[in-house]
C-alpha cells in the first residue's frame, strides 16, 4: 500500500463530490430529514420513536452510502477511469482504500449530523453514550460504502446499481429485528438474520439505547460489523482488473 497514492485517490473522489450538490445533499440532508419526519409520525409515542429512531440511525447511513458509492463507482467503471488508473503503477489495495476513506469521511459527517439531531435537537432518551452511538452510525455508514463498492462491480448502468438495493438490502432490513424480533421469527429466517450485517447494527444501537454501560454484545456488534466492511472491501478489490472488457 502507498499512502500518497490512496490519500490522492481519496482527494480526487472528494473533490468530485464536492461539486455534485444533489449528491451531498441527499448524503448529509436526507438522513436527518427522514428522522425529523419519524419524530413527527411518532409525536404522541416518544418511547416508539426512542426504540426506532436508534436502530434507524445505523439504517439510514447504510443505505444512503450504499446507493451513492455503487453509483459513483460504477461511473468510474464505465467511464474507464479505473481501467486508466489501473494502468499505472498503482496497487488495487491503494484505489479500493483511496475509495473508502473518501467516502468513509463524508460518512462521518453524515452520521455526525443525524447523530447530533437526534441526541440533542430530538432528545431521543438513550442509557449509553452518544459517542458509542456515533461509532455504530459511522460503522453502518462504513459498511454500507464497501457493499457500495463492491456490487458495483455487477451492474452495467446506473439502473442496474439501483436494483441492488432492493436485492441486498431490503431482505436485511426485513430480517433485521427492526419490525418484529428476530428471536419470534421461523426458525430458518431467524439463523438468515444471524449472518446479516444489518441485525448487528440494529442490535448494536438497540444495546446503546438501554444500557449505561459498554456490553458484550457492543463489543460483539461492532467487531462483526467493521469485520464485514473489511470483508467486503477485500472482496470489492479482488472485482478490480488491470484490464477490462
Not at 429512531?53 to 474507464?80: N, Q
Not at 468513509?104 to 458509542?132: M, R
Not at 432490513?173 to 431467524?190: I, K, N, T
Not at 460483539?220 to 464485514?228: L, N, P, S
Request: charged residues 15%; neutral net charge.
Amino acid at each position: 500500500m502507498n499512502n500518497s497514492r490512496t490519500l490522492a485517490t481519496s482527494r480526487r473522489v472528494l473533490w468530485q463530490l464536492a461539486h455534485d450538490k444533489r449528491t451531498i445533499a441527499m448524503l448529509l440532508l436526507v438522513p436527518c430529514l427522514l428522522l425529523l419526519l419519524l419524530y413527527w409520525v411518532f409525536d404522541a409515542d416518544p418511547k416508539s420513536f426512542d426504540s426506532i429512531g436508534a436502530s434507524l440511525l445505523g439504517i439510514f447511513p447504510l443505505v444512503t452510502m450504499f446507493l451513492v458509492t455503487s453509483i459513483a463507482t460504477l461511473r468510474e467503471r464505465t467511464s474507464g477511469t479505473l481501467e486508466r488508473l489501473l494502468s499505472m503503477p498503482m496497487a488495487k489495495t491503494d484505489l479500493i482504500i483511496g475509495y473508502a476513506v473518501a467516502f468513509s469521511l463524508i460518512a462521518t459527517v453524515q452520521a455526525a449530523l443525524a447523530t447530533g439531531l437526534a441526541v440533542w435537537a430530538l432528545d431521543i432518551d438513550i442509557e449509553g453514550s452518544a459517542w458509542l452511538l456515533l461509532l455504530m452510525a459511522l460503522l453502518c455508514a462504513v459498511l454500507g460504502t464497501a457493499l457500495g463498492l463492491f456490487v458495483s462491480a455487477f451492474a452495467a448502468s446506473e439502473f442496474q446499481a439501483v436494483q441492488f438495493l432492493p436485492a441486498v438490502l431490503f431482505p436485511q432490513l426485513l430480517l433485521c429485528g427492526l419490525f418484529a424480533p428476530r428471536d419470534s421469527m421461523q426458525p430458518v429466517l431467524e439463523a438468515i438474520s444471524n449472518v446479516l450485517p444489518m441485525s448487528y447494527a440494529v442490535d448494536g444501537m438497540n444495546e446503546v439505547l438501554r444500557h449505561p454501560d459498554i456490553t458484550g454484545n457492543v463489543v460483539r456488534d461492532v467487531i462483526v460489523i467493521a469485520g464485514c466492511a473489511l470483508l467486503v472491501l477485500g472482496l470489492g478489490s479482488a472485482t478490480l482488473r488491470r484490464r477490462t472488457t
